[in-house]
T-cell receptor, first 117, second 112 residues
Framework: GAGVSQSPRYKVAKRGQDVALRCDPI?????LFWYQQALGQGPEFLTY????????KSGLPSDRFFAERPEGSVSTLKIQRTQQEDSAVYLC???????????????FGAGTRLSVL | QKEVEQDPGPLSVPEGAIVSLNCTYS??????FMWYRQYSRKGPELLMY????GNKEDGRFTAQVDKSSKYISLFIRDSQPSDSATYLC????????????FGKGTKLSVIP
């Protein structure tokens, strides 16, 4: 596709439910990032992958959050036992380069808006 | 104090005005400085990125970095209603792990 695609666009979950958010990066992009954006805030880094390797997960808020990218393309962010404070927009971004190699231009998807009731 | 500070606004200007958006930062290790534009219910879109101190111009947009003052700016000339969006500054450095830090964003409205 032409850009980063995320699905679903909107997700409503009852507290305690598990959710899975999908990201299709731009074809051929090596690096993939997940961010959480609360209302009125800038995106906050969660984790990133270089191909299939998860190189940094320091931003994941708790062990209820888990991300994978098994074949180095599509990625899934899973949140177990959702809580109200998990309500936010989850953004995925991809980059053609390996991180740390000069400028890091990222291309963002439109995000998944998660509401936990 | 957060590493990146940005006035959230909102900022409202008449069409044709010059807009000035600013961020300050505290981490002198930041190497790359970016401005993203985010329309409502869309993902951020990269507008400008700079590496060194000084100015970089692209059409109606000018990005300015002053590393000595830890201050970056984005200027928009001849602002248009289509420029109405939230503008996010972002800063990157490589420290053995990934570090891209965003400001809160400034919401801009350009009134016809």
């Amino acid at each position: 596709g032409a850009g980063v695609s995320q699905s679903p666009r909107y997700k409503v979950a009852k507290r305690g439910q598990d959710v899975a958010l999908r990201c299709d990066p731009i074809s051929g992009h090596v690096s993939l990032f997940w961010y959480q954006q609360a209302l009125g805030q800038g995106p906050e880094f969660l984790t990133y992958f270089q191909n299939e390797a998860q190189l940094d997960k320091s931003g994941l808020p708790s062990d209820r959050f888990f991300a994978e990218r098994p074949e180095g393309s599509v990625s899934t962010l899973k949140i177990q036992r959702t809580q109200q404070e998990d309500s936010a927009v989850y953004l995925c971004a991809s980059s053609p380069r390996e991180t740390g190699q000069g400028s890091d231009i990222q291309y963002f998807g439109a995000g998944t808006r998660l509401s936990v009731l | 104090q957060k590493e990146v500070e940005q006035d959230p606004g909102p900022l409202s200007v008449p069409e044709g005005a010059i807009v000035s958006l600013n961020c300050t930062y505290s981490n002198s290790a930041f190497q790359y400085f970016m401005w993203y534009r985010q329309y409502s219910r869309k993902g951020p879109e990269l507008l400008m990125y700079t590496y060194s101190s000084g100015n970089k111009e692209d059409g109606r947009f000018t990005a300015q970095v002053d590393k000595s003052s830890k201050y970056i700016s984005l200027f928009i000339r001849d602002s248009q209603p289509s420029d109405s969006a939230t503008y996010l500054c972002a800063m990157f450095h490589w420290a053995g792990s990934y570090q891209l830090t965003f400001g809160k964003g400034t919401k801009l409205s350009v009134i016809p």
